[in-house]
């Protein structure tokens, strides 16, 4: 799969949620290449600020060759990214890293704050009975949406919307059962998934998230543990750009 560099067009952007935007980029050499899981380096029109910012696929449109971002505003990078409009150019490269494996088994789709978008194009591109299960601090996005390709169960740090706690309380309180999980989400979300598929005798892939320089597996800037030697560094590590991000929850250790 080749990567390409572009400037794309901003066909359009909304806000979604505090500081949560959703933004269509037509780049139609990426989108016809991209699959769920993968992700896409956004570049800031600001030449002070020399590395992209990795951003996961939410959705991909290959017949309008199109791809969708859905981003938290966290620095001066996404705060510039959040202020353009249709028809602004912007550049990107991608599709970068790997993608899930499609499975066709009672599936758990779980996604943690901004690690729900990939679930989106993933629940679109699985042909099997899905369960999405999303934690939020408060504000929600995307469940409606995810709705319409999966059941969905919803957690919220302070109970304003379907059961307090995190995702693995909802499973829970839900009596859900799933024979492959599919993660998205911070390390300790992540960590305890694991935990939670060993325990169960699940198939577990586990997207991570991980603060990028190259995104091409260049500069190691992004590495995790892993069981098994990496061939490129020969040490316990994986490059989650390259390597990743999506990896067998028992390759990595988190």
């Known amino acids: 799969m080749a990567q390409v560099k572009m400037n794309g ?19 139609p050499q990426i989108a016809e290449q991209a699959v769920a899981g993968q992700f896409i380096s956004v570049y800031t029109k600001d030449p002070s600020r020399l590395l992209p910012r990795p951003i996961s696929l939410c959705e991909i449109d290959r017949e309008a060759g199109a791809i969708r971002i859905v981003y938290r505003v966290v620095g001066a990078g996404t705060s510039e990214f959040s202020c353009y409009k249709e028809g602004d150019s912007i550049e990107v490269m991608g599709p970068l890293g790997n993608g899930f494996p499609l499975k066709e088994k009672r599936a758990f789709l779980i996604g943690g704050g901004i690690g729900i978008p990939p679930m989106l194009e993933l629940a679109k591109e699985l042909n099997c009975e899905k369960t999405a299960v999303l934690g939020y601090r408060d504000e929600l996005f995307l469940e409606k949406e995810l709705g319409s390709y999966s059941k969905v169960y919803v957690a919220t740090e302070d109970g304003s919307a379907g059961t307090k706690g995190n ?34 005798g699940i198939e577990c892939y586990l997207s991570l998230e991980e603060k990028m320089a190259c995104g091409i597996g260049a500069c190691l800037a992004c590495v995790c543990q892993s069981k098994e030697v990496d061939h490129h560094s020969h040490v ?19």
């Open 9 to 27: 067009m901003v066909k359009s952007q909304e806000k979604l949620a505090s500081g949560v935007y959703s933004m269509w980029i037509e780049a």
């Open 236 to 254: 316990h590590n994986k490059r989650i750009c390259k390597d990743g991000p999506v990896f067998a929850a028992e390759e990595v250790e988190l």
């Open 167 to 200: 995702v693995l309380d909802a499973i829970r309180e839900g009596n859900l059962e799933a024979d492959i999980i599919y993660a998205c989400g911070p390390t300790p979300m992540l960590r305890a998934v694991k935990e939670y598929a060993a325990e169960k």
